[in-house]
Every structure is written in C-alpha cells, then in structure tokens.
C-alpha cells in the first residue's frame, strides 16, 4: 500500500465546473495536510493547509479532511484554465522528521 | 520579501561526478528540507535540517549529504552521480523543524549524462 494515493488523471472538466481531488493516506499519525499545485516545469506552490476534521474554504478552494477514514479532498469551483496544473497531496509527517509524504499527483485539464 | 531562492537552475554533469546545490530559505525561516522529484512523480523527502542539525532523512544512499550553515542555508551535495540521479531538486523553507507549512524555491533541474 502506498504511503498517499490520489486518484488517477488526468482529469478533464469543463470551464465552470467544480474539480474534485481526492487523497487517501496510510499513516494514522498525520496531523497537518498539504495541498499544493504544480504548474509543468515548476516547483510546488502552496494552495491549502488543513489540521482538522471539516471543511475549511478559501476562495475558490474548499479542503475537506476526515482523519477516521485517512482522507483528505480539494474542491475546486468554478475552475478555471488557469487551474490546470498537477495537483499534489501531502501529508505531513511530524514523528519523521517533520517531512512531507507526496502523492503522486492528479494532473487536472480545465477545458474552455 | 524574497521566497526561497537556489542555485544553479539547471545543470549538467556525468555519471561519477559530484554536484553541489545551494538554498537560502525565506528570511526568518530556520528549517531547510530537500526533496527530489522525479518526472511523473511526487517529490520525494531526501533530508530536513533544523537549526543546523538534521532532523529527519529520507531513504536515499549515504551518497547524498547535506549540511545547514549558520545563516540558515543549506548545501546539498551528491557524490558519484548515477543516471537516475536526474531529477528536480527541491529546497523548501519553513520557520521550524515540525508541522509549518513549507515553501518551495524554483528547483534546480539536473541532468546526469
């Protein structure tokens, strides 16, 4: 079983539409979650931290996280084409040194 | 202020040669991790160094070192250089060594011929 598992893409929805990513996570210790975007040829660039049970919104974006299941989500609405880019899931896992446990990404194509 | 800056952006060299790539994390910041990525992958955590000591390492062969300086950045270097060595390697800043956020410098691409 992998460490983080998001789901598959590429993923393709129409302008306007809400985007969902999801990630599942194996290490019952991780408290702190990471959701960062990845423009091709570029490094990460933070999109939403999330510590709790819940929703928390920003914008756009809305995380949802729900540590009983090892599960953590990003919903984008309204997606834009700025919007396509890889989008990476990471957990954080403080007891390993404080390092972050990448997925492997969903690549997300927002068409016009 | 200035986000997290490394040098160089590209490089290249060949296989049995040695690398060195340098961070400066965001003022104020005091923890430094590295990752590697490679194409179609996630980043994956090489070292974090906190205060000048190393506070975690990844799964990567004792080819890989690295080290923090007293202004807070931090070199990583790579001996012996394989093929698979050519990835992305990422620096990423944050203001302690436990759960802040960290944020990533621009990467430095390496190729290994």
């Known amino acids: 079983q992998k460490e983080v598992e998001q789901n598959s893409g590429p993923l393709s929805v129409p302008e306007g539409a809400i985007a969902s990513l999801n990630c599942t996570y194996s290490?019952?210790?991780?408290?702190?979650f990471f959701w960062y975007r990845q423009y091709s040829g570029k490094s990460p660039e933070l999109i939403m931290s999330i510590y709790s049970n819940g929703d928390k919104e920003d914008g756009r974006f809305t995380a949802q996280l729900n540590k009983a299941s090892q599960y953590v989500s990003l919903l984008i609405r309204d997606s834009q084409p700025s919007d396509s880019a890889t989008y990476l899931c990471?957990?954080?896992?403080?007891?390993?040194?404080?390092?972050?446990?990448f997925g492997q990404g969903t690549e997300l194509s927002v068409k016009p | 202020d200035a986000g997290v800056t490394q040098s160089p952006t590209h490089l290249i060299k060949t296989r049995g040669q040695h690398v060195t790539l340098r961070c400066s994390p965001i003022s104020g910041h005091k923890s430094v991790s590295w990752y590697q990525q490679v194409l179609g992958q996630g980043p994956q955590f090489i070292f974090q160094?906190?205060?000048?000591?190393e506070r975690g390492r990844g799964n990567f062969p004792d080819r890989f070192s690295a080290r923090q300086f007293p202004n807070y950045s931090s070199e990583l270097n790579v001996n012996a250089l394989l093929l698979g060595d050519s990835a992305l390697y990422l620096c990423a800043s944050s203001w302690g060594g436990g759960e802040e956020t960290q944020y990533f410098g621009p990467g430095t691409r390496l190729l290994v011929l």
């Open positions: 160094y906190y205060e000048k000591e």
């Open positions: 990471a957990p954080h896992h403080y007891n390993q040194g404080g390092k972050l446990i």
């Open positions: 290490d019952r210790g991780s408290q702190s």
